[in-house]
């Protein structure tokens, strides 16, 4: 069945960075596009950053652009978000399905919980 991991969160201070990761099973990783989203507390999910399985082509939020980069690695079906420049208000819980404009089938993956703060 379709799986997707998430890791790679976790506490940094504000100006740090992190990489997170999402492996891909059960399915045909290279046919997909991949995207991140994510849900800080009280607030609906957001889409983050989206990549295209054939040419690659990226996209990203307003909040993000500029310090978030997507990119991914089709031969370890492994999708990743490295994050620079991270501000409290990137702290939420990141997850990563298939997808890049929406709709976005499932399933998701159980997220990584990313926490900025001094």
């Known amino acids: 069945q379709v799986q997707l991991v998430e890791s790679g969160g976790g506490l940094v201070q504000p100006g740090g960075s992190l990489r997170l990761s999402c492996a891909g099973s059960?399915?045909?990783?290279?046919?997909?596009?991949m995207s991140w989203h994510r849900q800080a507390p009280e607030k609906e999910r957001e889409l983050v950053a989206a990549?295209?399985?054939?040419?690659?082509?990226?996209k990203y939020s307003d909040s993000v652009k500029g310090r978030f980069t997507i990119s991914r690695d089709n031969a370890n079906n492994t999708v990743f978000l490295q994050m620079n420049s991270l501000k409290p208000e990137d702290t939420a819980v990141y997850y990563c399905?298939?997808?890049?404009?929406?709709?976005?089938?499932?399933?998701w993956g159980q997220g990584t919980q990313v926490t900025v703060s001094s």
């Open positions: 059960g399915f045909t990783f290279s046919n997909y596009a």
């Open positions: 990549i295209r399985s054939t040419d690659r082509n990226t």
């Open positions: 399905v298939r997808g890049y404009s929406g709709p976005f089938p499932g399933p």
